[in-house]
């Protein structure tokens, strides 16, 4: 049995995004930069593409910069605000993604910036507290705070976050990769600077994303050679991705609270079979429904001997899922999200993510594996 819980890394795709590129593929064979009639029509995917996410995403289709993914969509956003915005102090967490993380801490390096963390709760959540002694303390920042951490699901005010940096002429770049096409999400009554998507983590094609920046902000492309996106990231448009993008957005925004409702109960039912037959177990993050990403669940086992090759022998029934995140090239590395939530030392921590094709079947199988391995 071949059971996927691992769906915070990637998703499968959906078959009518497969559909719809396959569709793209065969048809369009362009370049959206050429001016002849198969030129036009591979700029008219892309433009239609691009329309179809602002309306989603309620805003205006300038906003949008289509990307390779959704940490070239961070990259983009804070060597920009360093570069172009006169930004000075990175005001960030120790847990966000390794997209901000490592591009913060390399301009640190070269003394563009001053990187201050903001304290968190028990949960790994912004300490609101902080954050506003911080953004008054030092004014014209860039916030960069995600949405959803990707390891342990914990969601972050963003609306509150804004409202603090905007009373304190600060920036405020949010990582959406794990809520965009998850939630619905509304970028104009956020009133963020840049938000980051990945099409792979909502049943839509690796390989392509988008950057949100605000059209109040003039910046220049970090990729430079060309006039594509409006002069701001040069390289010829992934026509076929960008399909395929537009179309996963649509199809997870397409009776969404059912959805969210759906795989909701799946990751309850999960919480409760471990709860049920391991006593000891834990939870990383914040696992309610309103504070929690309903697609992630941390889970904090009790000592055990074989704790280091859990997840290998979990793979071995077939059944995958992760020990953190899954942008370190494969590795197994120690997690800095649990780290920094001072996860105890002496237990094991697996993520288990799931996707409205994860079934109940496949629960109860991963958890009496579990079990026995324990």
């Not at 301009?107 to 954050?131: C, N, P, R, W």
């Not at 397409?254 to 177990?281: C, G, H, W």
Request: aromatic share 6%.
């Amino acid at each position: 049995m071949q059971v996927y819980l691992d769906n915070a890394a990637t998703t499968p795709m959906d078959l009518q995004v497969i559909e719809k590129m396959t569709e793209v593929m065969q048809n369009c064979y362009g370049n959206a930069s050429a001016i002849h009639s198969q030129g036009r029509k591979a700029k008219a995917i892309v433009e239609m593409a691009r329309k179809d996410i602002a309306k989603v995403l309620n805003c205006s289709s300038s906003e949008l910069i289509f990307t390779g993914s959704g940490t070239e969509a961070d990259n983009m956003a804070l060597r920009c605000a360093v570069n172009d915005l006169g930004v000075k102090h990175i005001i960030t967490s120790e847990i966000e993604h390794k997209a901000v993380l490592d591009t913060a801490k390399e301009l640190q390096s070269k003394q563009l910036v001053t990187i201050h963390y903001v304290k968190l709760d028990k949960f790994g959540k912004a300490d609101l507290e902080d954050l506003e002694l911080l953004v008054k303390k030092h004014p014209g920042s860039l916030v960069s705070l995600m949405h959803a951490n990707n390891e342990i699901g914990s969601l972050n005010d963003v609306a509150t976050i804004s409202r603090l940096t905007r009373a304190n002429n600060c920036f405020f770049h949010t990582d959406t990769v794990q809520t965009i096409g998850h939630y619905p999400i509304d970028l104009a009554a956020w009133d963020v600077d840049f938000a980051a998507c990945s099409a792979h983590k909502f049943h839509g094609p690796k390989g392509v994303g988008f950057l949100y920046k605000n059209k109040s902000l003039k910046i220049r492309p970090i990729v430079t050679g060309g006039g594509q996106e409006s002069y701001m990231r040069a390289g010829t448009e992934n026509v076929t991705g960008i399909a395929g993008l537009a179309k996963a957005l649509e199809v997870a925004t397409r009776n969404m609270e059912v959805k969210i409702d759906t795989v909701q109960r799946i990751k309850a039912y999960f919480i409760q079979q471990l709860k049920s037959k391991i006593p000891e177990v834990q939870f990383n993050g914040d696992t309610s429904k309103e504070g929690g990403l309903y697609t992630v669940l941390s889970v904090s086992l009790p000592p055990s001997d074989n704790a280091s090759t859990l997840l290998f022998q979990l793979d071995m029934y077939g059944i995958c899922a992760s020990g953190g995140s899954a942008c370190n090239s494969g590795a197994i590395n120690e997690s800095h999200v649990l780290n920094g939530i001072n996860h105890p030392v002496d237990r094991s921590a697996i993520r288990f993510s799931f996707s409205k094709f994860t079934t109940k079947e496949e629960v109860d199988f991963a958890v009496e594996k579990l079990i026995e391995l324990l």
